[in-house]
């Protein structure tokens, strides 16, 4: 894929180890497999309870020696499935560094005409249509919990996001809640084959705005791990519902797919400043915190020395003493 660039470190030794915690953390999606404009300082191999994440997870700093931590979702060549992505990992991985807000990337098809190949999307919503076959909770038996997951992204995060993107791309290119008056919904499919015709015309019934085969399980385990999370979706296609146009091919992505990494490492050079300023201030990152605690259903005494070890990966210190 014409998309893939090494980084200009990426042969040179970097530090395995990151002593300060990471509080902001940015998934690349497909064609955005590291952030040109950051120089990482060090490139760690994280091992949790759930495995090992996608990627190993560059670290870089901002001109003022903020940490920045970069995950590519499907690996660094793309070789994973989007329903192999072991998100669990990715999300432990990143909590277990201290990262407390998510921006992720993502291609997606588009399900409205106005939306246009190379768009931004801001989504607030989502309907799920992954086929539950994906691991897509830390809760297991033995200890249930149960989270809210009205609104899957951080509305906070959302708005900083599109206030600041709006600076820099044109008003046209940019859809969100604010611009579009109405939720943005984020279809979410199973893949790894596109939709059919019908099943693109469905969603666009419900309302869709774009879809694409990974936001979940990811936004609802950083949900469960207490973390601020919002996807920025960039658009490629317009999927298949279209039935003036060919239906979506990799062919088509492929062809957005330059402009849209272009596009997303020029959008960070903004929005990573602004993420920074607001993550110091504490404005953003803390919402959620001890959500989690309080979604337990299990009682405490009974809970395993083994599932509770797990859940100390995530929450170091937080939960009852082992049985
Ligand atoms: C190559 S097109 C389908 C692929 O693209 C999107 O990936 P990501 O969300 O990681 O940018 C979509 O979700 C599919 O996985
Ligand atoms: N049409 C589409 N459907 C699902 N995921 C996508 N990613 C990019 N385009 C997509």
């Not at 470190?9 to 915690?21: D, V």
């Not at 298949?240 to 960070?268: F, M, Q, R, Y």
């Amino acid at each position: 894929m014409s998309a893939h660039r090494t980084e200009k470190t990426e042969t040179a030794q970097l530090p395995h180890s990151f002593s300060e915690p990471v509080t902001l953390a940015i998934i690349g999606g497909t064609g955005l497999y590291h952030m040109a404009s950051l120089e990482p300082v060090a490139r760690l191999t994280v091992s949790t309870p759930w495995g090992f994440p996608s990627s190993p997870i560059t670290i870089s700093r901002t001109s003022t020696g903020f940490p920045i931590a970069f995950l590519a979702r499907h690996g660094l060549h793309h070789d994973l499935l989007p329903t192999d992505v072991p998100s669990q990992a990715n999300i432990a991985a990143l909590k277990s560094l201290g990262v407390k807000v998510i921006v992720a990337f993502s291609a997606v098809g588009s399900l409205q005409e106005h939306v246009s190949p190379r768009d931004f999307v801001i989504p607030n919503q989502i309907i799920d249509r992954t086929k539950g076959i994906r691991p897509s909770t830390f809760f297991e038996s033995g200890f249930v919990g149960h989270v809210g997951f009205g609104e899957p992204f951080d509305k906070k995060l959302g708005e900083l996001i599109y206030n600041t993107c709006k600076d820099t791309i044109a008003p046209q290119k940019l859809h969100s809640p604010a611009t579009e008056k109405k939720d943005t919904l984020l279809i979410c499919m199973e893949g790894p084959a596109f939709s059919t015709r019908a099943e693109s015309q469905l969603y666009r019934s419900w309302g869709g705005t774009v879809i694409n085969m990974s936001c979940i399980p990811e936004s609802k385990l950083a949900k469960e791990a207490e973390i601020s999370y919002q996807m920025i979706c960039m658009a490629t296609d317009y999927d298949a519902w279209n039935v003036n146009e060919e239906p979506v091919t990799v062919e088509t992505v492929v062809s957005n797919l330059k402009a849209n990494g272009e596009n997303a490492n020029k959008l960070a050079t903004t929005l990573i400043p602004a993420l920074e300023k607001a993550l110091v201030a504490g404005e953003i990152g803390n919402d959620l915190k001890d959500t989690s605690k309080s979604s337990i259903s299990t009682n405490p005494n009974a809970v395993t020395r083994q599932l509770l070890e797990k859940m100390h990966f995530l929450f170091p210190g937080n939960w009852p003493a082992y049985k």
